[in-house]
């Protein structure tokens, strides 16, 4: 029980920190966005960068990897839309609610829980899930809801340059592939940058799980309280349930990438989801509502999750 509050409380106790300035208007909103956007292109491409750079690729893809995460969030999808379906919401809300019920917030929870549970020996893992998770998720959801509102007559071939386009901007999978690059280059590195690089990376994840609890004070569990309770079960407990069942009995990964896959997947409902939800005015009282409540029960749930593991 001590390793789990010693991986568990800097975590939130950061986003606590961020909550309270925020709440008492110790800090202006403005500075939120400043460090968010620190956070987001500088410091953890430079985290992102520094580990990738350093560690070992697997000689073999990790196809079952992968497959436990997509197959989790397969699950988390389909059930998302069914439930937008039953609720009686407009066919554009089914993406909006899968985004809400699949994308978790690796980047700003998901990677500090797993570095501080399994050290640098998570940089691999951590790499190659950001770089499937965001991607594969963008595109299905993209897709889905262009086809179904057909919005401004696109084709499919636009949609996905429009894609491609999104993601070449996205400073982590960026980050990702540059370090990547590097580390098979074997180039090495002046100790001068390393040092800034190291330095910068260090700052990441205190600077964004305070900004991203700073961010929490914008959202409200009341404005909805039919759908968020559903799509906070689906990403809280059936997509950690789904990829731990995959993880241990269908490919038996080693320790650090199971654990990995299964953290990452119980993180709370990340904010693209909520952007994405608002790029196209479609459920955003409801996304916005789960990442509040998937958050508060991630208190109880992650530690739990990380108890089990350990």
């Not at 309270?20 to 966005?33: C, G, M, N, P, Y």
């Not at 991607?135 to 897709?143: D, G, I, M, R, Y």
């Not at 074997?186 to 991203?212: C, N, Y």
Request: glycine letters at 6%; hydrophobic letters at 60%; a positive charge.
């Amino acid at each position: 029980m001590h390793q789990v509050i010693t991986i568990v409380a800097p975590v939130f106790a950061f986003m606590a920190l961020g909550w309270l300035a925020a709440r008492t208007r110790f800090l202006d909103a403005s500075v939120e966005k400043g460090l968010s956007a620190f956070a987001l292109w500088v410091a953890i491409p430079a985290l992102l960068f520094r580990l990738t750079s350093q560690a070992e690729l697997p000689d073999v893809a990790p196809w079952g990897y992968w497959l436990s995460f997509l197959a989790a969030g397969t699950a988390c999808w389909i059930s998302a839309v069914l439930l937008a379906h039953l609720l009686g919401r407009p066919r554009s809300t089914g993406p909006a609610f899968a985004m809400g019920a699949s994308y978790g917030n690796t980047v700003m929870l998901g990677i500090p829980l797993c570095l501080n549970m399994f050290g640098e020996e998570a940089a691999i893992p951590i790499a190659l899930l950001t770089a499937v998770h965001a991607p594969a998720l963008w595109l299905a959801s993209t897709v889905q809801i262009e086809w179904t509102t057909a919005r401004q007559g696109k084709s499919f071939l636009q949609v996905s340059r429009e894609l491609v386009v999104v993601l070449a901007k996205n400073p982590v999978i960026m980050a990702i592939l540059a370090g990547t690059a590097w580390g098979q280059l074997g180039a090495g590195m002046h100790p001068v940058v390393s040092d800034i690089i190291t330095q910068l990376g260090q700052a990441a994840i205190p600077a964004a799980l305070f900004a991203l609890g700073m961010s929490f004070v914008a959202y409200s569990i009341k404005r909805e309280l039919r759908a968020a309770p559903a799509l906070t079960l689906l990403k809280m407990v059936l997509m950690p349930a789904v990829v731990w069942f995959m993880v241990t009995h269908v490919f038996a990964l080693p320790p650090v990438w199971a654990g990995t896959a299964v953290i990452m997947a119980a993180t709370p409902t990340g904010i693209n989801a909520y952007l994405f939800a608002a790029k196209y005015d479609v459920g955003v009282a409801s996304v916005s509502s789960t990442i509040v409540l998937s958050t508060a029960v991630s208190i109880l749930i992650i530690p739990a999750i990380i108890l089990l593991l350990s």
